[in-house]
């Protein structure tokens, strides 16, 4: 049977989540994970806090606060930011823990016994002022590809370029700000990527045509004519020790033990729920496993070429099957910045609209193919048109109709007739289509098909006009709402992994479905409900507006801010 292990980039413990990040990876991810278990497939959803490496250090040196204190304080922040957003991880970890140094001490090994760790004298950057290495983010400076003048010493963020950072031009010392820097040699371990140059491509080739053109050509553009060697220690004091006598005081580079934390915590969940399945033979390393990582852009390098090329190198796990990474979200057309103040609170914004009308906007706009922008203007009018007018107006009418006019309830007589309608036949055929989007990581277009299933559902409502028909012809009225309702709880179904918490209101109106029933209606067999709406249905509970529509004035204001 096959299985699917699904993975969000591991959020860095170093400051807030932002609507980017929510967007980018994790409400993406989440919908995916939620639509393969709605289908009865045995899946596991794993991410976990990335909490080692320079920029964590400098701010947790700068607040004068311990590194694990500090990280596990922003891991208990994002845990509870995703679960507030009705990100449902079955695990959520972290790097810093004992069990996931373990892990990734045996990749290591693994990797050094077959030849793909070397040794390497290199020039690195040194501050004569704080005595202090310069690795990475320790050290800014402008870019020399672009003219940036805020490069990092392992990236450069308007570029994308993986710096080398001795060619920094004006280079600066992060840790005391000084400019009196030096070139200094140091050894380092280096994993050998040119070493795999073959077995990768062999590898990655298979992929065209099956993952997204966004990022096909990007690896294929960086891995076409060979890989480069990268350096994976550090000289730093907060990290994961290389495990060799010779290299004390040595930590293994972030990148190289952060994507190895989805394997640890696979295995860690594992471990704390029971199961008898082993992490590696049952999940990584099972030919039935589609293995899925959902990432940003900035990620693509790691994922598609270093971490693939360290599972096969070292034989542990088998490589990623798909690599669904998306581009950016902007925030009113420039990026995200907490520096600068241009950012959401996305902890702020969830308490003045909970997570449904954030959810469906942040799935409209998830950035697929290209970078997408974020305004509260845009995603009122996309909550208050689509969203209420679409969804919450018609359960809204229909089952305070139904509840008015027919308290003793609808006989099973009413709703089976459903079924033998064109129009019965053509849901079925818009949950296939709807099925396929998703199966292919379409979401946004997946939630439109939803929608359209929400237009169908009004057309047929409104064509029909029970409340004009009530008085004439009370049957027809009747089996207009019947039909209505079985359309509702229909969209209550198919809405469960883009808006969890609505999906589960919208059906609290209707007789109780078992898990396996929901799935059954998902998959598009909706001649289950035959079995659900027996007997005489009763409209039990007052229907109320599930989707309010968002506040004029309060949207006014959140854009004034943006702009100021």
Not at 29 to 44: F, I, N, P, S
Not at 323 to 331: E, H, R, T
Not at 529 to 541: A, N, Q, R
Request: one cysteine or more; charged letters at 25%; glycine letters at 6%.
């Amino acid at each position: 049977m096959k299985k699917h292990l699904i993975t969000a980039a591991l959020p860095y413990a170093n400051g807030p989540l932002h609507f980017g990040h929510l967007a980018g990876a994790y409400i993406p991810a989440d919908v995916y994970a939620r639509h393969r278990k709605m289908q009865g497939e045995k899946t596991l959803f794993i991410s976990g806090s990335d909490e080692h490496g320079v920029a964590i250090m400098l701010n947790a040196n700068k607040t004068k606060i311990p590194y694990q204190e500090y990280v596990d304080g922003w891991h208990q922040e994002h845990k509870a930011l995703f679960q507030e957003y009705d990100v449902e991880f079955d695990f959520f970890g972290q790097t810093s823990a004992d069990y996931h140094a373990e892990e990734v001490v045996k990749w290591f090994s693994e990797l050094n016994e077959k030849g793909m760790i070397e040794t390497k004298d290199e020039q690195q950057l040194f501050c004569k002022d704080c005595k202090n290495h310069l690795p990475d983010r320790f050290v800014e400076g402008t870019c020399y590809e672009c003219g940036f003048e805020h490069a990092r010493g392992d990236e450069c963020p308007k570029c994308g370029l993986w710096i080398e950072a001795i060619k920094l031009k004006a280079p600066v010392c992060k840790i005391c700000d000084s400019r009196n820097i030096e070139e200094v040699t140091v050894t380092q371990y280096y994993l050998m990527l040119s070493k795999y140059y073959d077995e990768f491509r062999a590898w990655f080739n298979a992929k065209e045509g099956n993952w997204r053109k966004t990022v096909f050509p990007f690896i294929d553009s960086l891995s076409k004519e060979e890989l480069h060697n990268r350096a994976i220690s550090r000289d730093l004091d907060w990290g994961i020790d290389v495990p060799l006598a010779q290299a004390r005081g040595k930590k293994l580079y972030v990148w190289f033990d952060a994507p190895i934390g989805y394997v640890s915590n696979t295995k860690e969940h594992l471990k704390q729920i029971g199961s008898k399945e082993d992490y590696l033979a049952d999940w990584w390393n099972n030919d039935e496993t589609v293995i899925t990582n959902f990432i940003g852009k900035d990620n693509i390098i790691f994922h598609g070429i270093i971490f693939p090329v360290m599972s096969m190198a070292s034989g542990i796990v088998r490589p990623v099957t798909d690599l669904p990474a998306n581009q950016y979200v902007n925030l009113a057309g420039k990026q995200f910045s907490k520096s600068t103040g241009h950012y959401v609170d996305a902890d702020k914004a969830l308490k003045s609209f909970g997570p449904d009308a954030l959810r469906y906007y942040l799935i409209s706009i998830i950035p697929e193919f290209q970078d997408s922008s974020f305004t509260w203007t845009h995603m009122a009018a996309k909550v208050n048109n689509e969203l209420a007018n679409n969804i919450g107006n018609l359960v809204n009418r229909c089952l305070k109709f139904w509840k008015k006019n027919w308290t003793e309830g609808i006989n099973e007589s009413v709703f089976e007739t459903f079924f033998d309608l064109p129009e019965c036949q053509k849901l079925k055929i818009d949950i296939g289509e709807h099925t396929e989007l998703l199966d292919a990581v379409q979401i946004r277009k997946a939630l439109e098909k939803v929608m359209s299933i929400g237009a169908d559902a009004n057309t047929f409502f409104s064509d029909r006009a029970p409340w004009a028909k009530v008085e004439d012809d009370n049957a027809l009225a009747m089996e207009t709402i019947g039909h209505t309702g079985l359309y509702i709880a229909t969209l209550g179904v198919l809405l469960a992994p883009y808006m969890p918490s609505l999906s589960s209101k919208l059906l609290s109106h209707f007789p109780e479905m078992s898990a396996e029933q929901k799935s059954k209606i998902y998959r598009g067999e909706v001649d289950v409900l035959k079995e659900i709406f027996v007997g005489d249905v009763i409209m039990t509970k007052k229907p109320k507006p599930l989707v309010p529509k968002l506040d004029d004035e309060l949207i006014a204001k959140l854009e004034a801010e943006i702009e100021n």
